[in-house]
């Protein structure tokens, strides 16, 4: 299976759009090398402005942009975009409901050895709570490349969480990603997998491992947070009876928050959040971090049958 | 400036300034202080510079103003008012339920705003943000900013004001309301932003200090702006906050209370 990272998928979809649609405008953190909107500011150097290190700015500057019709995309890590600018992401752009596009890359555990100060877990819920805000985690390169081209088209504020790392591709061209709606990537019966993100590839993992054990399990893509998916959820839930989501964020306010906020009202069933506990990360590599946070195919498997037993 | 036109802004923003009394009495609450201070600056603005058109508010190739200092919304709404963006009547649901007229600018209700604005310092980097869109269209529209001197505490002013001079938007011309007072007090006693022209000039912009309640300077500020090439423009105007209410004038408690129709009263009395 090959791998590529969403934040290289960005880079490469957002220079391709750039050269079609005029009116996409690139701002940046003094991160471009790190976020790929360097591929964009090759592609059409007119159009790409760093901002230097100033995200507040930045946001407003983007907002201003959009205010006069163009289709600013902002770009930094996760922890800059969601947390330093939270203020002007709030009353500048959400507020207006205009029309820019928040590009966070380095999201999560896995930016690895620059350690907690970076890793930003809580944006799901940062980002998801704000009216008119479309949040999207694409799970691999090929939801990426699709997830901009619908952001650029959506006309409103949308938050893209993406990441440092390589992540397995689970699609191919043929897929046909939709704001705000999920996918079942494999069927199943005794339980529900629910992913966002890099997370998506180790539930199907973790799929695999429970069907040697006799458990059908199906998997569901969640890569719009917001607009969610709340039908899909739901009879995903009632097909299987219980259900796990997995997501590299805080347990609290990401996607298990969500799934949870449906499920209470509309189904309630038995229900495992696998994310980081309430706690801010460390330095270390990503694959020690994802291991030492319980992001493992091996805990998804455990919680599963954790799950499926209390079932009534 | 010519004397009929002298007159006409005088008489206007005269106007402006008794609406803006009225519907603070009105609401009951709002921030009369800092509207009167920029009262001749927007209304110089709206009636004498601006390429707008109050029949097509989101008319592309307009004139843009970003009340970047929110809370004097009275003024932007009066001044919209009378522009003819809406009607007058609608001045009195200031701050009401279900109001156009949100207690700061929503540029999603009202027509003429060009930009929600209220948490302060964010303005300036949307104004920013409209220039640099001019820019990229090569268009020769002009943005125009108005912030507070206390606003100028905010660290996001300076990041926006670094991003003007560096992108050379010489077609942002940003208005400081100096009126030297903020809540707490004096900007002096409070956070001192001064000296606010050597710091606007520190960053590379054409700074110009004038008298804001002089039409005439004002005027003559925004023509020397347009000739500037290369610099974005800070007119840093010295203004009275409360100004043309006498009880009002220099009292920082105006800042953000509403009198009550007796006041009311007294103060239309003084602006007749």
């Given amino acids: 299976m090959t791998s590529v990272a969403t934040r290289d998928a960005y880079g490469e979809a957002l220079a391709a759009l750039g050269q079609e649609n005029e009116n996409i405008v690139v701002l940046d953190a003094d991160l471009s090398k790190s976020t790929k909107t360097c591929d964009f500011k090759k592609a059409v150097p007119e159009r790409f402005f760093n901002m230097g290190i100033a995200e507040q700015n930045m946001m407003g500057v983007a907002a201003g942009l959009a205010a006069c019709g163009k289709i600013p995309f902002a770009s930094t890590f996760a922890v800059f975009a969601a947390g330093r600018a939270y203020d002007q992401i709030r009353n500048t752009i959400a507020y207006p409901k205009l029309n820019v596009k928040i590009a966070a890359s380095h999201a999560g555990l896995t930016v690895g050895e620059d350690g907690g100060s970076h890793q930003m877990l809580e944006d799901i819920a940062l980002m998801r709570v704000i009216p008119n805000m479309v949040v999207l985690v694409p799970a691999d390169g090929e939801e990426t490349k699709q997830a901009v081209r619908a952001a650029a088209e959506y006309d409103g504020p949308v938050y893209i969480r993406l990441g440092r790392p390589k992540v397995p591709m689970i699609f191919d061209e043929n897929y046909k990603f939709t704001i705000g709606k999920g996918v079942v990537v494999k069927e199943g019966t005794d339980v529900t997998l629910i992913g966002t993100g890099i997370m998506v590839s180790k539930a199907l993992e973790a799929a695999e491992k429970l069907a040697a054990e006799g458990i059908n399990a199906a998997v569901v893509n969640i890569s719009t947070i917001k607009l969610l998916d709340e039908k899909l959820i739901v009879q995903m839930a009632e097909k299987t009876g219980a259900v796990v989501t997995c997501e590299e964020h805080s347990i609290i306010g990401g996607l298990g928050g969500a799934v949870a906020e449906v499920l209470c009202e509309q189904c309630p069933v038995p229900m495992a959040k696998i994310g980081v506990n309430d706690s801010f990360g460390q330095s270390g590599l990503p694959d020690q971090l994802l291991e030492k946070y319980g992001l493992t195919v091996e805990h998804i498997v455990e919680e599963a049958k954790k799950v499926i037993a209390r079932k009534k | ?272």
Avoid at chain 2, 114 to 122: A, E, I, N
Avoid at chain 2, 144 to 164: H, K, T
């Fill in chain 2, 1 to 272: 400036m010519e004397e009929r036109t002298l007159k006409m802004l005088t008489a206007q923003a005269k106007e402006i300034r008794q609406d803006i009394v009225k519907m603070v009495g009105e609401a009951k609450s709002g921030h009369p202080g800092g509207s009167l201070s920029a009262a001749d600056i927007v209304t110089y603005l709206y009636f004498q510079e601006m390429h707008i058109d109050p029949e097509e508010p989101q008319w592309a190739d307009r004139d843009r103003f970003v009340l970047s200092k929110g809370h004097a919304a009275p003024v932007l709404y009066a001044t919209l008012a009378h522009r003819g963006f809406f009607p007058k009547e609608e001045l009195n649901s200031l701050r009401k339920l279900d109001s156009h007229l949100q207690g700061h600018p929503d540029m999603k209700k009202v027509p003429g705003v060009d930009m929600s604005t209220g948490s302060l310092g964010t303005g300036i980097s949307a104004a920013v943000g409209m220039a640099l869109a001019g820019k990229i269209d090569k268009k020769d529209r002009y943005t125009y900013a108005l912030l507070g001197d206390g606003e100028l505490d905010e660290g996001q002013v300076w990041e926006a004001v670094m991003a003007a001079s560096h992108y050379q938007l010489d077609h942002l011309i940003a208005f400081v309301d100096n009126n030297g007072l903020q809540i707490d007090g004096n900007v002096d006693d409070v956070l001192s932003p001064n000296p606010i022209d050597a710091k606007f000039a520190a960053f590379g912009w054409n700074v110009l200090v004038i008298d804001g309640h002089d039409f005439g300077q004002i005027e003559e500020a925004v023509k020397a702006a347009k000739a500037t090439q290369g610099k974005p423009t800070a007119i840093i105007a010295k203004t009275v906050k409360g100004k043309g209410v006498s009880f009002m004038e220099n009292q920082v408690g105006w800042h953000g209370s509403a009198p009550n129709a007796e006041q009311v009263a007294t103060a239309l009395a003084e602006l007749q």
